[in-house]
């Protein structure tokens, strides 16, 4: 039995029913992780001892019948740039390398009231900033499906360790489309819960009006159940909302839109035919679909742009080698933050706190910042009136397949462009979610990205799961377990 292709649920029923004991499940994939490591460098860290101890108090748990949650003795892989106390949280950046969590971020808290196991912290683009991981201060992920290839990024490392089996699931973080794009990438489900549903608590922020915690997995199913392990209000975190759920149909009375902007210039052929596949099966299963205009979506990639750098140039100014990790010494104080500042951020993160600090000063403010603010209410208009119409939004997640690592790294502009499909999601804080649903002509996977109005989460992921079993994915790469 492959058991680490299993889905969490049929795992948790062979623990239950001690056919399968969670500290096996755990060496298992403690060796896939081992083994893969060297080729696709998916963690940062990983935590074998601790977590092997916590394995078989798991086991103790099922044996005598009082597991806690369904994700009790589940290996799940973490981004790191979420805190797990007294373990690093580098967030990729030479800035945190030698910094120590000393508290435990609200997922953790929760993930660990459920009895989860953590497998290890994954590679990110520095600071969440990047959509392939190669902005990693320590090395690049690679795509498992062809380490030719980049597995997406930010949360590349977490999309690694899944489509690797070197963990169970994966939690990432999703500012314009983190969590969807790799999982696209990989083969992979990725989940963008609505904004404020997940607390932000212990996520080091890089844009806190678009950040948000959020499950990759192989299977619907389990973004479903991480998602309910996860989220609800936070006192902690001032944007946390209270998960009051709307239900909206899933079944054939759902109405699906497709949107005209996404399937037009700049989406590659393949990622059109996978929307095309997704809409004539929902058509042939009875669902009505139409073709939905929201005409800003062609300014998300501008307008982001201006507000995710204003953000991380505030958000980052914390980093000044007084309070926490790296600090370069210098004569004065301003010369001691100058320097840690030079040594310690990348290229893309300066480059992004640059961007935001121009945009933020005062003579440009009305002009960069406050107009994209404007057109980010726009924006969410546009979503609302749409929604008014249907309940499901249908779009490629990505407007290509993944691509060769080096090949945009000296484009920025280009490298921004991946991001066309998932950014306005954010935008509008949304629930959106990547499916997993074909292979392309050079053996990669690609995925199909389906929205809904704000709060709809579950009704989502139901909807989702529909998709799921009519295209039967069921792909893994080859060669890791
Ligand atoms: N790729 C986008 C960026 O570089 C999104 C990153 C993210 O979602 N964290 O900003």
Excluded at 41 to 63: I, M, P, Q, V
Excluded at 162 to 177: E, H, I, M
Excluded at 237 to 258: H, L, R, W, Y
Excluded at 429 to 440: D, E, N, Y
Aim: glycine share 8%.
């Amino acid at each position: 039995m492959d058991i680490e292709n299993l889905p969490i649920r049929k795992i948790n029923s062979l623990f239950s029913n001690k056919e399968l004991k969670p500290s096996e499940l755990y060496s298992k994939i403690f060796d896939n992780a081992a083994n893969s490591e060297a080729s696709l460098h998916a963690h940062l860290t990983l935590f074998e001892e601790e977590n092997l101890k916590k394995a078989k108090e798991s086991d103790g748990r099922y044996d005598n019948g009082t597991s806690k949650s369904l994700l009790d003795g589940i290996p799940i892989a973490i981004k790191d740039n979420i805190n797990i106390k007294n373990y690093a949280t580098t967030c990729s950046s030479k800035m945190l390398s030698n910094y120590t969590s000393p508290y435990d971020a609200t997922v953790i808290k929760k993930l660990k009231e459920s009895e989860a196991l953590f497998t290890g912290k994954t590679n990110l683009d520095e600071f969440a900033m990047g959509s392939s991981t190669e902005n990693s201060a320590f090395g690049l992920t690679k795509n498992p499906w062809d380490t030719d290839f980049v597995p997406g990024g930010s949360s590349g490392g977490s999309a690694a360790s899944v489509g690797a089996r070197s963990s169970v699931a994966a939690l990432g973080s999703d500012t314009g489309g983190s969590i969807r794009q790799p999982a696209s990438f990989c083969g992979l489900v990725g989940f963008k819960p609505t904004y404020g549903t997940v607390s932000r608590y212990g996520l080091i922020a890089f844009a806190s009006s678009l950040d948000q915690i959020g499950p990759i997995t192989k299977t619907v199913d389990d973004s479903r159940i991480i998602y309910s392990a996860i989220s609800g209000e936070d006192p902690r975190d001032a944007t946390s909302i209270v998960n009051n759920q709307v239900d909206i149909p899933s079944d054939k009375t759902a109405k699906i839109g497709v949107i005209k902007e996404l399937m037009e210039d700049g989406i590659s052929d393949e990622a059109r035919n996978e929307v095309n596949k997704v809409i004539e099966i929902l058509k042939s299963s009875g669902y009505q679909v139409k073709e939905i205009s929201i005409p800003i979506i062609k300014l998300a990639i501008s307008i982001y742009y201006l507000i995710a750098p204003a953000e991380c140039s505030a958000n980052l100014a914390r980093f000044d080698g007084v309070r926490y990790g790296l600090r370069v010494d210098g004569k004065t104080s301003y010369e001691m933050m100058e320097n840690t500042r030079a040594e310690g951020f990348g290229k893309e993160v300066k480059r992004r706190i640059l961007l935001g600090t121009y945009a933020l000063s005062a003579g440009y403010y009305d002009e960069y910042y406050g107009k994209a603010l404007q057109a980010r209410k726009e924006m969410i208009d546009e979503f609302t009136k749409a929604f008014d119409e249907v309940d499901y939004l249908i779009s490629p997640t990505t407007p290509t397949q993944a691509f060769k690592a080096g090949e945009k790294t000296s484009n920025p502009l280009e490298m921004y462009m991946s991001d066309l499909c998932t950014i306005p999601a954010n935008l509008a804080g949304l629930p959106a979610i990547s499916i997993p649903t074909g292979i392309t002509n050079e053996n990669l996977p690609l995925g199909v990205q389906v929205m809904s109005r704000a709060l709809s989460d579950h009704s989502l992921l139901n909807f989702s799961e529909i998709i799921e079993k009519e295209i039967q994915f069921n792909q893994q790469p080859k060669g890791w377990v």
